[in-house]
């Protein structure tokens, strides 16, 4: 049921507490900093609003009627509790101003978020800084359940009841140890239809370098494929441990693999028909971020 018109008149109410517990309408007109008039004119104005007469105006003072003494009662714990209300949003405006918590998923949180964290530090050296590491699943969860300020995702998909921006992109690479027989087509393009057959090395159910990937392999073949030998792994250091072990193609953000394919350690395969360039997306809950959080995007966009 929606609140009537007079409850948000809560300057008044607090007024007419202040009549009870003075006893004079000029006494709580000086507790408040406005004239008598003004505070005679809030008090006729709540009257006519509340259709009851509050008070007994006398050469002794005010009395509150019946009624009055009534609305007095009840008013106290609405005033009290809208004053808890506003310090509660002053603490959490403050709260805002001084911490910033972020979460981002594997590949964003270990290559680009250090250095995007670092320059806003420069900016704000006092800042509470937390940075959480999560599959895009958990992040998204996260900015959803207001845990974190601010997410970084690499999921191909971006949830419609968060707000979010493009900040950067990112290539995924498919890798294999330099020993793999693959490695020795390198120069060639594999079809998509090779990877069928190949133990594929990927992050976890949840992982936006997972999804992009199975995603860009339907799209290249039209169809949904059975992917029999698939091994799952919960990180990316994982997969690369178990590239270099000869385990299978590792698929992996180019920025992890870059290292390992200059030394040759590594050898990246290309395939036919396979755009693997996604979005890196910020996400926040609401309308418009903190402003913090806001200082970290456009820091996060210049440089993604």
């Known amino acids: 049921m929606p ?45 006519r609003r509340l259709g009851v007469p509050l008070l007994v105006r006398s050469r002794r003072g005010s009395l509150l009627t019946p009624a009055g003494e009534a609305v007095v009662a009840w ?9 808890a209300l506003a310090d509660g949003v002053l603490t959490l405006r403050a709260d805002q101003q001084a911490r910033l918590r972020v979460s981002a998923s594997l590949t964003v949180a270990e290559h680009l978020v250090p250095a995007w964290l670092l320059s806003l530090r420069r900016a704000h050296p006092g800042l509470d800084i937390s940075a959480a590491v999560a599959n895009s699943n958990g992040v998204i969860e996260a900015v959803r359940s207001g845990t974190v300020d601010l997410g970084f995702v690499e999921s191909p998909d971006v949830p419609a009841d968060l707000s979010s921006r493009v900040v950067g992109d990112d290539r995924l690479a498919l890798v294999v140890a330099a020993t793999y ?16 057959d190949q133990p594929l090395l990927l992050r976890e159910p ?79 809950l609401g309308r418009t971020p903190t402003p913090l959080a806001a200082e970290l995007l456009t820091i996060a966009a210049a440089t993604g």
């Open 3 to 47: 609140l009537p018109p007079w409850i948000s008149d809560l300057p008044a109410l607090d007024l007419l507490i202040s009549v009870a517990e003075t006893g004079s309408v000029g006494r709580a007109a000086q507790v408040h900093g406005i004239t008598q008039p003004s505070a005679s004119a809030r008090l006729a104005k709540l009257e």
């Open 75 to 83: 008013s106290h714990g609405v005033v009290d509790a809208a004053q």
């Open 181 to 196: 027989p693959l490695a020795a087509h390198a120069w060639r393009p594999l079809r998509p239809t090779d990877l069928a």
């Open 206 to 284: 949840g992982s936006g370098t997972r999804d992009t990937f199975l995603r860009a392999l339907e799209q290249a073949l039209g169809f949904a494929p059975k992917l029999p030998h698939v091994i799952s792994l919960g990180s990316t250091t994982t997969i690369l441990a178990t590239v270099r072990a000869g385990g299978g193609v590792g698929v992996i953000s180019s920025r992890a693999a870059a290292a390992a394919v200059a030394s040759g350690e590594l050898v990246e395969l290309t395939v036919e028909a396979m755009p693997l360039v996604r979005p890196l997306n910020a996400l926040w």
